[in-house]
């Protein structure tokens, strides 16, 4: 196994982000910074890679990872039916520690287990996470530890933990949060948190006061999420090991239970432009095999 890449010295750190993206390319894994812990990451489109990353944590299926996006307009190309909540949600804390359990493109060629048909998203606040994205498109990426172990804040502590199983390693020194991404499931069409993180509740519901579900909510509506219902429970870390970004969400706050593939990942472990455009990618999803987000050149 190759030592990590110190990230704080220029050379090394692109000779470690060229590293990865032609690892994540070959469909092996790697562990990434974040701005909220250290994540697993492989390419999303490819289930044999998810199979290897899940493999590596010790988990199953039954508990998919969030997916990282490298800009906010890579939103449009991997969820559908997207509420105007979510959208003001992205604006207010994208880049940044909030993953949103949304209803996946029914299109897309990717499997990143039992989802419920929903995916969990985060675009992350942190530039060798956001560089790296860039270059691979979305990542499945789930916090850096072995399920039912404390999340990796230090690449030492992903090392420990995955030794062998991770391909690259890159070093961005002590995570800045060091907590897990507050993740919200708006998959049924209104918002409910799922798990409380880096970002309060408070104030989620100050930047977008309308659109949540309230006490004495059938829990009907539309959809968008972090993964589907029963994801962040599924996608979000049922077993709270703190999954970055989709992490692992405690019980859902609210009297639902979360939605399919809402679990937790790393990525805060979950983007790359921050720009803060919400444009959508062309067309109403991505079509059925392409990777949104991926740099083409």
């Given at each position: 196994?190759?030592?990590?890449?110190?990230?704080?010295?220029?050379?090394?750190r692109e000779r470690g982000l060229s590293a990865a993206q032609n690892a994540v390319k070959r469909g092996e894994v790697v562990v990434l910074p974040t701005d909220t812990v250290y994540g697993i990451g492989a390419d999303?489109?490819?289930?044999?890679?998810?199979?290897?990353?899940?493999?590596?944590?010790?988990?199953?299926?039954?508990?998919?990872?969030?997916?990282?996006?490298?800009?906010?307009?890579?939103?449009?190309?991997?969820?559908?039916?997207?509420?105007?909540?979510?959208?003001?949600?992205?604006?207010?804390?994208?880049?940044?520690?909030?993953?949103?359990?949304?209803?996946?493109?029914?299109?897309?060629?990717?499997?990143?287990?039992?989802?419920g048909g929903t995916v969990a998203l985060r675009m992350p606040l942190h530039p060798v996470a956001l560089e790296l994205l860039?270059?691979?498109?979305?990542?499945?990426?789930?916090?850096?530890?072995?399920?039912?172990?404390?999340?990796?804040?230090?690449?030492?502590?992903?090392?420990?933990?995955?030794?062998?199983?991770?391909?690259?390693?890159?070093?961005?020194?002590?995570?800045?949060?060091?907590?897990?991404?507050?993740?919200?499931?708006?998959?049924?069409?209104?918002?409910?948190?799922?798990?409380?993180?880096?970002?309060?509740?408070?104030?989620?519901?100050?930047?977008?006061?309308?659109?949540?579900?309230?006490?004495?909510?059938?829990?009907?509506?539309?959809?968008?999420?972090?993964?589907?219902?029963?994801?962040?429970?599924?996608?979000?870390?049922?077993?709270?090991?703190?999954?970055?970004?989709?992490?692992?969400?405690?019980?859902?706050?609210?009297?639902?239970?979360?939605?399919?593939?809402?679990?937790?990942?790393?990525?805060?472990?979950?983007?790359?432009?921050?720009?803060?455009?919400?444009?959508?990618?062309?067309?109403?999803?991505?079509?059925?095999?392409?990777?949104?987000?991926?740099?083409?050149?």
């Amino acid at each position: 196994m190759r030592p990590p890449f110190n990230c704080a010295d220029p050379q090394a750190r692109e000779r470690g982000l060229s590293a990865a993206q032609n690892a994540v390319k070959r469909g092996e894994v790697v562990v990434l910074p974040t701005d909220t812990v250290y994540g697993i990451g492989a390419d999303a489109f490819s289930p044999s890679a998810v199979r290897k990353l899940l493999e590596a944590k010790g988990r199953g299926r039954d508990m998919p990872p969030p997916v990282l996006v490298p800009e906010v307009r890579t939103i449009d190309g991997l969820a559908s039916s997207i509420p105007f909540a979510v959208r003001e949600l992205v604006d207010a804390f994208w880049p940044g520690a909030l993953t949103i359990v949304c209803r996946a493109q029914p299109s897309l060629a990717w499997d990143l287990g039992e989802t419920g048909g929903t995916v969990a998203l985060r675009m992350p606040l942190h530039p060798v996470a956001l560089e790296l994205l860039k270059r691979t498109g979305p990542m499945a990426v789930s916090s850096a530890n072995l399920s039912g172990r404390p999340a990796a804040t230090t690449v030492a502590d992903a090392v420990d933990q995955l030794g062998s199983s991770v391909r690259v390693y890159l070093d961005g020194g002590d995570s800045p949060e060091g907590a897990p991404s507050t993740i919200v499931d708006a998959s049924d069409g209104k918002l409910r948190v799922l798990r409380v993180g880096a970002i309060s509740e408070a104030e989620l519901r100050r930047a977008v006061p309308k659109g949540w579900h309230e006490d004495g909510d059938d829990g009907e509506g539309g959809e968008d999420g972090d993964d589907v219902p029963a994801a962040e429970d599924s996608q979000v870390d049922a077993d709270v090991d703190a999954d970055v970004d989709a992490g692992a969400p405690a019980e859902p706050t609210g009297d639902a239970a979360a939605p399919a593939g809402a679990q937790a990942g790393a990525g805060d472990e979950p983007g790359s432009a921050v720009d803060g455009s919400a444009t959508p990618l062309e067309g109403d999803g991505a079509a059925q095999g392409t990777k949104p987000g991926a740099a083409t050149g």
